[in-house]
């Protein structure tokens, strides 16, 4: 059976993902800023029984509406069978959900999880084999229909990987994310309870909310490890939002960039307001579901490069007709923020 989410980063996305997973079942997920007609052309292709969403959500101070754009995936989904909606904020509750085929809160659906003395049964994970399918994610659909790649439970090998070998990662990593259900490094991160490891989430833009506000979350949490897109890193550049002195983020052992180019000048502003943390990019893709090119922290990194391919992986680039390419400049580009090589040599 196949479950999936369309909401912001949300604590109640990842209990969602656990849940589907220990009985065997297959999560999947879209990007919550996506319109109903781009869900649905994700959505259509698995055969979807239970939908886990959100009334609302607030970017950049702008409140986005989830209900009227899941009225019309319920309409379009014929399979569909559940449509649980967490309720952003207590007044929630007051909306009128009635129009949304088979849908209720998701307070009520955990009703039917009690046990008759009142208690919640601990949660228990099915023993599959290697191979069996456990979520589907969509590459961005640049080329035609978004395409729907199933990964196996192989995918907390890739993760374990690289996040504990080439990241230096223990038990008392703690990972920030912003990314929502739908991006690979979601679904990448969400992965991480399985090794043990923290995760604070962070519904929303990181630099919207105050100038200091991303210092004081990796001071108050005491943030180890972040993964940021490059396009944030900008950001803050742009915007001068650097931590004071003030500022204790002595926990911060590595930032990591990635989605597109990291450009040099990112390298100079992260060395100037971190010089005793880690910058570093790296590349990862939507068909691996993890990291290929790493930023291994044993060993020497320069700018704008990324210094080892993870462990026991082969990394080959080619021209359109599958000859490898070597000596040669060549330009990484994606069909998605993290995939492919292309042959475009400048």
Not at 109 to 136: C, N, R, T, W
Not at 162 to 174: E, H, L, S
Not at 249 to 271: E, Q, T
Not at 279 to 307: D, Q, R
């Amino acid at each position: 059976m196949y479950y999936a989410g369309y909401m912001s980063n949300r604590k109640e996305a990842v209990f969602a993902m656990m849940g589907v997973t220990s009985i065997g079942a297959i999560w999947t997920a879209a990007l919550p800023l996506l319109g109903s007609e781009a869900i649905l052309s994700r959505f259509k292709q698995v055969d979807l029984k239970v939908l886990v969403t959100v009334d609302r959500f607030l970017q950049d101070g702008e409140e986005i509406d989830m209900l009227s754009k899941v009225k019309e995936i319920a309409e379009g989904l014929p399979s569909l069978e559940k449509v649980i909606i967490v309720a952003s904020k207590s007044n929630s509750y007051l909306k009128d959900i009635s129009s949304i085929r088979n849908s209720c809160f998701l307070n009520e659906f955990l009703k039917m999880g009690y046990e008759k003395d009142g208690s919640v049964p601990e949660i228990q994970f099915e023993q599959v084999s290697f191979s069996h399918p456990v979520a589907i994610s969509y590459t961005s659909g640049t080329t035609g229909i978004p395409k729907a790649i199933m990964h196996g439970c192989g995918i907390l090998m890739a993760v374990a990987n690289a996040y504990y070998i080439n990241f230096d990662g223990d038990r008392d990593t703690n990972w920030f994310s912003a990314s929502p259900a739908g991006w690979a490094s979601w679904t990448i991160n969400s992965t991480l309870f399985f090794l043990g490891q923290t995760l604070v989430l962070f519904e929303g833009s990181p630099y919207y909310v105050s100038p200091t506000n991303m210092w004081d979350i990796i001071q108050k949490h005491k943030i180890s490890h972040i993964f940021y897109p490059a396009s944030v890193i900008d950001e803050f550049q742009k915007r001068g939002y650097v931590p004071t002195e003030k500022h204790d983020i002595s926990s911060l052992r590595l930032v990591l960039a990635g989605g597109s180019v990291v450009k040099p000048a990112s390298y100079d502003f992260m060395k100037k307001i971190l010089r005793d943390t880690l910058f570093a990019s790296s590349y990862g893709c939507t068909e691996v579901m993890g990291i290929v090119l790493a930023a291994e922290m044993s060993l020497p990194l320069y700018k704008s490069e990324i210094n080892a391919p993870c462990l026991g992986t082969t990394i080959e680039v080619v021209d359109p007709d599958g000859n490898r390419i070597i000596g040669e400049i060549e330009k990484l580009s994606s069909e998605s923020p993290y995939l492919g090589f292309s042959r475009n040599v400048e």
